[in-house]
């Protein structure tokens, strides 16, 4: 089991920032992927940024790009999400995520319990 403890999340104006950090409980090396979602009322959880554990790839929501950004330090096991220029639609529930290969190449699929982001004036 892996468990992912998330933290960072609050209310902020349209154009701040935020940091979101998600630590996780195995070795980061031990995962084939991080990343964060997010589920905004009413609509389904989509997937905001990610991070392939063995090759730095990235990925980002389209809406995202160029204002949020996924890094890591891997002696903490540790995975944020830096988001600026933060917008109303932004709100949301933001859940780190994380997918690991067991043997026999099954992938298996952890999420943290999620930490509310709201921008609003």
């Known amino acids: 089991q892996v468990q992912l403890v998330e933290s960072g999340g609050g209310s902020v104006q349209p154009g701040g920032s935020l940091r979101l950090s998600c630590a996780a409980s195995?070795?980061?090396?031990?995962?084939?992927?991080m990343g964060w979602y997010r589920q905004a009322p009413g609509k389904q959880r989509e997937l905001v940024a990610s991070?392939?554990?063995?090759?730095?790839?990235?990925n980002y929501l389209d809406s995202v790009k160029g204002r949020f950004t996924i890094s890591r330090d891997n002696a903490k096991n540790t995975v944020y999400l830096q988001m600026n220029s933060l917008k109303p639609e932004d709100t949301a529930v933001y859940y780190c995520?994380?997918?690991?290969?067991?043997?026999?190449?099954?992938?298996?699929?952890?999420w943290g319990r999620g930490t509310q982001v709201t921008v609003s004036s």
């Open positions: 995520n994380a997918r690991k290969i067991l043997p026999d190449n099954v992938l298996r699929t952890y």
């Open positions: 195995a070795s980061i090396f031990s995962l084939y992927v």
């Open positions: 991070s392939i554990i063995s090759s730095d790839r990235t």
